[in-house]
């Protein structure tokens, strides 16, 4: 099993649904990311978390919420989805005691497209 | 102005030479920097990181940083066509938090 899974893989919506995208991972890490990715645009960050009490906003939170439901949790929530959310969307974990101090550990993706 | 930049290419580079890829960053206290290769369709994975002024070596690949100028570099030695990827540079914070990439650079290698 992987170490970091993501539910949905694969996501088709409409105009104005709510989505929400899950997490998990068993690697025990406190820190755990959301990020989006577009063609040519790299990865960009939405959202990170340091612990169940800490969420923080990242370079594009607008349009997303997150709840960090446990440790190993972390779910992305799209409250009324726009077709320009379209993208693949990827869930990080990290730890800075690790041998790269830092090291993202991601999951395999899951690609929402809004109609 | 983006934390961190990199050059979008794309990148051609004959099998068995050397590709250099750049990425500048803005934050002159961030601390340690990553270098991840994304195959299409598939997740990032960690092929290099380095927090010391200087190069690092780890096989065909060497990380070099230059804190003072604030750029970070990947040179691909003997390239093969395996290496054909995006390379998207990372870098946190000097607080070591929130861990942003840049764009990313599209690397073919031709035969």
């Known amino acids: 099993d992987a170490d970091v899974t993501q539910t949905p893989r694969n996501r088709i919506t409409k105009t104005g649904k709510r989505i929400m995208l899950e997490c998990s991972q068993t690697?025990?890490?406190?820190?755990m990311y959301w990020y989006r990715q577009d063609p040519g645009l790299g990865l960009r960050l939405i959202y990170y978390s340091f612990d169940v009490k800490d969420i923080n906003k990242g370079e594009i939170s607008d349009g997303y919420s997150v709840s960090r439901q446990a440790q190993a949790k972390f779910s992305l929530s799209l409250e009324s989805a726009i077709p320009n959310q379209t993208a693949l969307y990827f869930c990080a974990t990290s730890d800075l005691s690790g041998r790269s101090g830092g090291e993202l550990f991601f999951g395999e993706g899951s690609r929402l497209t809004v109609l | 102005q983006k934390e961190v930049e990199q050059n979008s290419g794309p990148l051609s580079v004959p099998e068995g030479a050397i590709a250099s890829l750049n990425c500048t960053y803005s934050?002159?206290?961030?601390?340690?920097f990553f270098w991840y290769r994304q195959y299409s369709g598939k997740s990032p994975e960690l092929i290099m990181f380095i927090y010391s002024n200087g190069d690092k070596e780890d096989g065909r690949f060497t990380a070099q940083l230059n804190k003072a100028s604030q750029y970070v570099s990947l040179l691909i030695r003997d390239s093969q066509p395996s290496d054909s990827a995006t390379y998207l540079c990372?870098?946190?914070?000097?607080?070591?938090?929130?861990?942003?990439f840049g764009s990313g650079t599209r690397l073919s290698i031709r035969p």
């Open positions: 990372a870098g946190p914070y000097s607080s070591a938090s929130k861990i942003i």
């Open positions: 690697k025990g890490h406190d820190r």
């Open positions: 934050d002159r206290g961030s601390q340690s």
